[in-house]
């Protein structure tokens, strides 16, 4: 599996300078090499290289690499969309391969700029493991909130996934965003708190309006948006560790479209849009298949609506927001339990097994749970 790291690194103030100009010149040169590709509908990157790189290298005195790098960067753009002349920022990701990027230990990086090589110290974690980690393909030099990071495309060895003996349900929701078969769960407040401060802040910059109150927007959005990966990585971190040592698949609901789907209170609509269902389950997918661990996504329809005990289904099964109580047989539960056990028994009757046995295990482990 290919993943992604970032790293800071700590260039001088002269090389911080060289940096930028680089970055400038070499998204310029993306903006010239874009006008020519559109308006020659050249897509092919070999022809577009025959067209251009020779201006290119003349107009803006870039290294041949980097010249042939910044072609590379376009062509990827066209290859999303054709209908469109793409432009470039200015301070947009400088595109580096090995052939102009290499490591001076684990604590420096060799850099090619317009004025040369520059070696500047890297600021890596001991959790990151530089050192025990094959570097593939390229990696892009991008400057955020005034600092500059590279983004390191590393391959990670999978664990080959296991025979599962049993399923962990999830279900995912806004009041207690995860929800486990197991009776484990991890609140919503603190995200709603989080939340609703930004929401506060931001309404009250939007009425000012000022080009000050743009700029701390923006930097809202983006510490907004480092909160909720952070809490999405501890999480999936969480049960994906606790599917592991149980040698359990993990059955979770797969809740893409979910928002065109579903009809939430008014007082709910933010909550639910503020939170990144796929996300999660892309955290999920890719630490469980470096761990071995199975992952089965489930259609989450009646999930919330079905007695986990004797299997009826009724929209008035769910009496509120946290409690389920089976109007056919009496069965109470709290309701995002109910839905995960649900998750979890959609999986295991689904899999190509003696079914009925199966079932009747998981009805009579319902039954002692609720007992419990």
Not at 55 to 76: D, F, H, N, S, T
Not at 232 to 240: E, L, P, Q, R, T
Request: net charge positive; with cysteine.
């Amino acid at each position: 599996m290919l993943l992604t790291l970032k790293v800071k690194i700590q260039p001088t103030e002269e090389q911080r300078v060289k940096l930028l100009s680089t970055m400038k010149t070499f998204n310029a040169a993306c903006d010239t090499i874009s006008r020519e590709a559109y308006t020659s509908n050249t897509f092919n990157q070999y022809k577009l290289h025959r067209r251009i790189y020779h201006r290119v290298r003349e107009q803006y005195k870039l290294p041949a690499q980097l010249a042939i790098r910044a072609i590379g960067k376009v062509m990827e753009s066209y290859k999303v969309d054709r209908r469109h002349l793409h432009v470039f920022d200015p301070l947009g990701a400088v595109v580096y391969d090995q052939r102009i990027m290499s490591f001076k230990g684990l604590d420096k990086v060799s850099l090619t700029t317009a004025w040369g090589r520059e070696t500047i110290p890297l600021m890596v974690g001991d959790y990151a493991k530089l050192g025990q980690r094959a570097l593939r393909g390229q990696a892009d030099l991008v400057y955020v909130r005034k600092e500059f990071y590279l983004c390191l495309v590393f391959e990670q060895p999978e664990e080959p996934p296991f025979t599962p003996e049993d399923y962990l349900g999830v279900d995912l929701g806004v009041v207690k965003l995860v929800t486990t078969s197991d009776g484990v769960s991890y609140s919503g407040e603190e995200v709603d708190a989080v939340r609703e401060h930004y929401t506060e802040v931001k309404a009250e910059l939007q009425r000012v309006g000022s080009k000050s109150s743009k700029r701390k927007l923006r930097r809202l959005s983006g510490r907004e948006a480092l909160f909720k990966r952070y809490t999405n990585h501890v999480i999936s971190k969480g049960f994906v560790a606790v599917a592991e040592g149980t040698k359990r698949a993990i059955a979770l609901e797969d809740l893409r479209g979910i928002r065109s789907r579903t009809t939430v209170r008014r007082g709910q609509r933010e909550r639910l849009g503020k939170w990144d269902f796929n996300q999660l389950r892309a955290f999920v997918e890719y630490k469980a298949k470096l761990r071995g661990v199975p992952v089965q996504l489930i259609d989450p329809r009646d999930t919330s609506r079905r007695c986990s005990r004797c299997g009826h289904v009724e929209k008035g099964n769910r009496v509120s927001q946290s409690e389920f109580r089976c109007r056919a047989y009496g069965f109470g539960s709290n309701a995002d339990l109910n839905a995960a056990v649900n998750v979890r028994w959609r999986a295991d009757v689904n899999q190509p097994i003696v079914v009925c046995q199966r079932v009747l295990e998981f009805e009579l482990q319902a039954h002692d749970f609720s007992r419990g």
